[in-house]
């Protein structure tokens, strides 16, 4: 099993997107500043688009 890592900054309105990833299962890292880390893991299929929604919590521990 293979490890591979990307990188993607959002716009304003939180989107973003990967392009050119091969078949398989990924775990999808979600952060923003002041906010808790949020895991997702993904199945991509060839040929198919893969959407994932993500809603963030405050992190409580920021600011102590």
Do not use: C, K, Q
């Not at 293979?2 to 775990?27: C, E, I, K, N, Q």
């Not at 890292?29 to 688009?49: C, F, K, N, P, Q």
Request: glycine letters at 12%.
């Amino acid at each position: 099993r293979s490890t591979r890592s990307a990188v993607s900054a959002s716009g304003p309105a939180g989107a973003f997107t990967f392009t050119g990833l091969a078949p398989g299962s990924y775990t999808l890292s979600v952060t923003a500043i002041g906010y808790a880390e949020h895991i997702m893991l993904l199945d991509v299929e060839a040929g198919r688009d893969t959407e994932a929604t993500s809603a963030l919590a405050v992190d409580v521990g920021v600011g102590n």
